[in-house]
């Protein structure tokens, strides 16, 4: 029985110092696991909540250079013709330019739509026309306005010619 007593005191030290081992290994270590991931998610929310907020601190000045850039583009599109297709775009022009025109007291008598030029994002619509008009400072009159109207309009090519050289009226 003795034998047993002393193996009971030895065995009894050896439990208990393994059940702490235990505890420490399979309750301690997890908690503490557990608290370190909890801090590193707060940390990580917390970097992502400021992120947000200086997003959001940043909203009015975006929101005053978008309606900066608006203005901009709505300036420049009323530089440009602008049409579905480039029919309707060829018409706007030939109306744009036979008002200029009429308003020199010019006639026009041929209008000629050309083939458009691709220029990127942007196809430059050509337009011939055969017009008469009263006298030079007409005709200086009707180039002077088309080339300085917005939207932009270019005279590519211009060839004249006088009906009657002893009389240069046309």
Avoid: W
């Avoid at 029985?1 to 065995?11: G, H, S, V, Y």
């Amino acid at each position: 029985m003795e034998r047993r007593n002393r193996l009971l005191l030895l065995a009894a030290p050896m439990i208990v110092v393994l059940l702490v081992l235990c505890a420490y290994e399979y309750g301690y270590k997890n908690v503490r696991e557990q608290i370190a991931a909890t801090r590193e998610m707060e940390i990580t929310r917390t970097r992502t909540l400021e992120k947000y907020m200086a997003i959001l601190a940043e909203k009015p000045g975006l929101e005053s250079s978008l309606a900066a850039l608006k203005d901009k583009r709505k300036a420049d599109d009323s530089k440009i013709i602008e049409g579905q297709t480039p029919s309707l775009s060829a018409a706007t022009l030939q109306d744009t330019v036979k008002g200029v025109i009429t308003a020199r007291s010019g006639s026009i008598s041929s209008e000629r739509v050309e083939k458009p030029d691709d220029l990127g994002k942007f196809k430059a619509i050509n337009v011939s026309m055969d017009l008469v008009l009263p006298d030079s400072r007409a005709l200086s009159d009707v180039v002077y306005g088309i080339e300085t109207r917005t939207p932009y309009i270019v005279i590519k090519e211009l060839d004249t010619r006088v009906r009657n050289f002893r009389d240069p009226r046309n």
